[in-house]
């Protein structure tokens, strides 16, 4: 198991730590979430990155890299969704995607087909990492960083609240590339479903 494999793999872990610490009140819990989410994120370019220089480039590691982002991000808008904060159709949007083409690329690969990662499919993980750090960022504001600075709460709410929006319009932008992403891959890989009767 190389460098870059254990990082890839990390996030599963990680992604439970993050969920629990959501849901803890103690102070200090919604700070360590949004940056071990951060970690995370930072991970998810440093593994492909290690891989390349380091000439570790594997049909493991990419099927995993692939996977646990999904792990990862799908875990946390579960939380959010139970949360309240993110709608439950949004989600079941993303994870009716994620199985579709999980789906077509098992199909694929037995078949001999590569479906490799395409430009949509990074522009929506990047969109989803970036609406969940701001939708992270907001408890960590409203309870660590208003109780440790003593900052005017009524001035403060207002500004966290527009993050919290900030973090909404994102995701739905996420759930754009999601579904133009999905399409995409249906549409050029549309062969492995030749033999459908």
């Known amino acids: ?5 254990l990082i890839t793999l990390s996030r599963i872990p990680l ?4 969920v629990w610490l ?5 102070g200090g819990a919604a700070t360590l979430a949004f940056w071990l989410f951060i970690a995370a994120a930072v991970g998810d370019w440093l593994d492909g990155y290690l891989a390349r220089r380091r000439n570790q480039i594997s049909l493991f590691g990419k099927f995993m890299d692939a996977l646990t982002d999904k792990i ?28 579709l083409i999980s789906g077509m690329r098992m199909m ?5 087909v590569v479906v490799s990662a395409e430009r949509g499919g990074k522009t929506k993980t990047l ?16 309870v660590d960083l208003a109780g440790w600075l003593q900052i005017d709460v009524s001035a403060y709410v207002v500004a966290t609240q527009w993050i919290h929006h900030v973090g909404l319009w ?25 033999d459908i009767k």
């Not at 992604?15 to 993050?18: E, H, I, L, R, Y």
């Not at 991000?73 to 009716?96: D, K, Q």
């Not at 739905?172 to 479903?193: E, Q």
């Open 1 to 5: 198991m190389n460098l870059p494999n």
């Open 15 to 18: 992604m439970f730590v993050v």
């Open 22 to 26: 959501m849901y803890q009140k103690w």
């Open 72 to 99: 990862f991000v799908v875990g946390i808008m579960i939380a959010m969704v139970e949360l309240n904060t993110i709608p439950v159709y949004w989600v079941l949007i993303v994870l009716c995607r994620e199985f």
């Open 108 to 112: 694929a690969a037995a078949k001999g």
């Open 127 to 142: 969109t989803q990492l970036i609406a969940v750090g701001f939708l992270l960022f907001v408890p960590m504001a409203q």
């Open 170 to 194: 994102l995701f739905i932008l996420s759930v754009y590339f999601t579904v133009r992403s999905g399409w995409d891959y249906l549409v050029r890989y549309r062969m492995v479903f030749d």
